[in-house]
C-alpha cells in the first residue's frame, strides 16, 4: 500500500478528527509492540484504513494512553483500545511493507534496489512473525504479486489485468466473520479500493516511468500518450471509487462511517485532483509517503 487513503481533514468534525488520529496511533502501538520499532516506522495512512475497517462498530471508541517514540517529550497520546482487528491490521501491514520493499528491488533503479534490500532485510524478523500468524493472507499476497510480475514482464497493457491482481491482493485483508452481507461487502469495499490505489500509483508515477522506461499499464495501454485520455483514466478511477462507496453504504461502521466515507467520497478525489495536477505533482503532492503531523 502507498500511503494515498486517507481523509480530507477540513471536512472532518474535531471529534472524527481526534478518532482518526487515535486510530493511527493505536496501530502504530500495535504494530510496535508486536513486531518492534522497525516495523512500526513504515506505517502509513492505508494501514489506518484497513484498521478502522477492522475494528468493532462502535459509537464513541473507547480510548486510551500510548507513548509515541516519535515525541518522547509530549507524554502519552490518546490511541484505540487494542482489538481483534488492530492485531490484524498491524500484521498484514508487516506482511504488505515487506513484499513492498521486495517489489523495490526488483523494480527499482540501483540506489532504490539498495536501499529496499537493506530495509527488507531489517524488517524480515518481524515479517516472519507476522507471516506465520497470517498465513492465508501471506499466501496470497505472494501469489498476486507473482502474477502481477508474470503481467508486467510480459508487458500486459491491460489496466484491468494488472490492477485486478493488486485488488485481489487488498481484497484479502478482510478475515471472514460468517456475516453473508458483511462479509461480501467487505471484499467488495477493499477490491475497489485496491483496484484504485494501483491505478493511481500508476498515473503518480506516470514521469517517472516514462523517462525510466519501466512497466506502467497506462503507458502501454494508451501509446499515444495517458495525458489525451484524461477523461478515461478519470472515468475508471472514479468507477472503482463509486462501487467502493456503495459497498460501504452496507457495513455497520459505527461511529467510524463519517470518517470512512469522508475518505471515500472527500478523500480519494482530492488525492485524483493533485496527482493529475502537472504542475504541482510531486512538488506539492501532500499525499504520498507522508507521516500524520503529530
Known amino acids: 500500500m502507498f500511503g494515498y487513503v486517507r481523509p480530507l481533514r477540513r471536512e472532518l468534525k474535531v471529534w472524527e478528527w481526534e478518532h482518526y488520529r487515535a486510530a493511527y496511533c493505536g496501530l502504530c502501538d500495535t504494530i510496535g509492540r508486536q513486531y518492534g520499532l522497525t516495523a512500526r516506522m513504515f506505517l502509513n495512512y492505508d494501514f489506518t484504513f484497513l484498521a478502522m475497517l477492522l475494528l468493532p462498530a462502535e459509537e464513541r471508541t473507547e480510548l486510551y494512553r500510548c507513548r509515541c517514540p ?3 517529550w509530549c507524554g502519552r497520546k490518546p490511541c484505540t483500545k487494542p482489538a481483534p482487528g488492530m492485531d490484524t491490521a498491524a500484521g498484514e501491514s508487516v506482511i504488505l511493507t515487506y513484499w513492498k520493499l521486495r517489489d523495490g528491488i526488483l523494480d527499482g533503479t540501483f540506489p532504490e534496489r539498495i536501499g529496499c534490500r537493506c530495509l527488507s532485510r531489517l524488517l524480515r524478523p518481524a515479517y516472519r512473525k507476522a507471516a506465520a500468524r497470517w498465513p492465508e493472507f501471506t499466501e496470497t499476497v505472494e501469489h498476486c504479486l507473482d502474477e502481477l510480475h508474470d503481467l508486467e514482464r510480459d508487458g500486459c497493457p491491460s489496466l484491468d489485468r494488472t490492477a485486478d491482481t ?3 491482493l487488498l481484497q484479502a485483508a478482510a478475515p471472514i466473520s460468517g456475516g453473508e452481507v458483511r462479509d461480501r461487502s467487505m471484499d467488495q469495499l477493499l477490491y475497489h479500493v485496491g483496484r484504485w490505489i494501483y491505478l493511481i500509483d500508476a498515473l503518480d ?3 517517472e516511468d516514462r523517462s525510466s522506461g519501466s512497466y506502467n499499464p497506462l503507458l502501454l495501454r494508451f501509446p499515444d500518450g495517458p495525458e489525451r485520455h484524461r477523461e478515461e483514466i478519470e472515468l475508471t478511477l472514479r468507477h472503482s471509487r463509486n462501487l467502493a462507496a456503495g459497498a460501504c453504504a452496507l457495513l455497520e461502521l459505527g461511529d467510524w462511517r463519517g470518517i470512512i466515507e469522508n475518505i471515500l467520497f472527500l478523500g480519494l478525489p482530492a488525492v485524483e485532483r493533485s496527482v493529475s495536477d502537472r504542475d504541482g505533482r510531486r ?11 503529530r
Open 70 to 72: 516519535a515525541r518522547l
Open 166 to 168: 493488486f485488488a485481489r
Open 205 to 207: 508515477d506516470l514521469e
Open 283 to 293: 512538488r506539492d503532492h501532500p499525499f504520498k509517503h507522508r507521516r500524520m503531523e
